[in-house]
């Protein structure tokens, strides 16, 4: 048991063996009351209801006398007694209601003593937690250092067995830095995105718009239309028509001349073409697209999206492979893959 806890047990027992004592001092004046006010009581009945039982404890008057001397003196012996014994009677009752009063006051500070103990326990008892947390925060730290001299030892172990050990070598694969040079040959373009790859009709969709400008050649002014779908494609163009003059044998005609501005190439939907792990990996439409050209005059044109950058790295390793020089267009989220006579060629590399 702590001191404290002595220290409380002795002060409990000390209050409780006072208020016994004071308990048994009260019932004893209580007794003493009760005894004279009986003694009181039964003079007070003798002088008043039974005379004649007075008489005859104070013994017989002869007859034609008055009381004796003895007589007198018994009944001033029993009065003063009456007396004596009413006084002690209230004297007890005045030191009865101060003992209650004193009784009460200790109760009260016997009160304020057990509320002081109550809070001096609930302090001790948060002080005894925060002292448990400490110990317990403690014990994590020195958890957390041996923890961390257990690494420490294992990196230092390890760090001496790899410098006894010689150093590999490692082979890096790359590609030669390339040189870009403009494509004036064949080109073929494909698209990459969300790592699927698929070819762009080109050729054969621009034959298209060239015929359906030819047909558009009525008004003036700008106007746009659609060619396809062809091989998941549709091209959507703009052309611009403009009424000029000119001078035939002698006379003045109008002409009519025709431009064609942007041409946008677009899928017909997000999933053309194949995973680029398909591609790579057996007989696809690839092989198909560079049987029987020229490596030297035959450059690809790769339109690829940010998403599928890492995928363009290995389409060029297998391109070089097979001698192919390869332009990339990066392209952002959205943006259509557009044609334009005011546009520049690709870089091959």
Do not use: C
Not at 40 to 67: C, F, H, M, N, W
Not at 291 to 309: H, K, L, N, Q
Not at 340 to 347: F, H, L, V, W
């Amino acid at each position: 048991m702590s001191q404290q806890g002595r220290r409380r047990t002795t002060m409990d027992m000390g209050h409780d063996a006072f208020l016994d004592i004071v308990a048994n001092l009260v019932g004893i004046l209580i007794i003493l009351v009760v005894v004279l006010g009986t003694q009181t009581q039964r003079v007070t009945d003798l002088l008043i209801d039974s005379p004649e039982d007075l008489v005859e404890e104070l013994g017989p008057t002869p007859p034609g006398k008055y009381a004796s001397q003895t007589q007198l003196d018994r009944l001033g012996e029993i009065a003063i007694q009456a007396a004596t014994a009413q006084r002690d009677s209230l004297r007890l009752e005045a030191n009865l209601k101060q003992y209650d009063r004193q009784i009460e006051q200790l109760r009260q500070a016997r009160g304020q003593l057990l509320d002081l103990v109550t809070i001096a326990e609930e302090a001790w008892k948060e002080k005894q937690a925060e002292l448990d947390q400490s110990q317990v925060l403690i014990a994590k730290r020195q958890r957390e250092i041996r923890e961390t001299e257990s690494q420490i030892a294992e990196l230092a172990g390890t760090k001496e067995r790899l410098a006894n050990q010689e150093a590999p070598l490692v082979a890096v694969e790359h590609l030669p830095t390339p040189m870009a040079k403009t494509v004036f040959g064949d080109e073929i373009d494909f698209r990459l995105k969300s790592g699927r790859l698929s070819v762009i009709p080109v050729e054969p969709l621009l034959k298209q718009v060239r015929e359906d400008a030819q047909r558009m050649l009525t008004r003036e002014g700008a106007a746009t239309s659609s060619v396809g779908p062809l091989r998941d494609y549709i091209a959507n163009f703009v052309i611009e028509r403009q009424i000029g003059r000119a001078n035939r044998n002698g006379q003045i005609v109008t002409t009519m001349a025709g431009r064609i501005g942007a041409i946008a190439f677009e899928p017909i939907n997000e999933s053309v073409g194949q995973p680029i792990e398909q591609v790579l990996g057996s007989s696809s439409f690839l092989d198909i697209e560079l049987a029987g050209r020229d490596p030297a005059s035959t450059t690809i044109t790769v339109w690829v999206f940010e998403d599928s950058f890492a995928e363009l790295r290995r389409l060029k390793e297998h391109l070089y492979a097979r001698g192919f020089a390869t332009a990339a267009r990066p392209l952002m989220d959205g943006q259509a893959i557009i044609f334009s006579s005011r546009g520049t060629k690709s870089k091959a590399q």
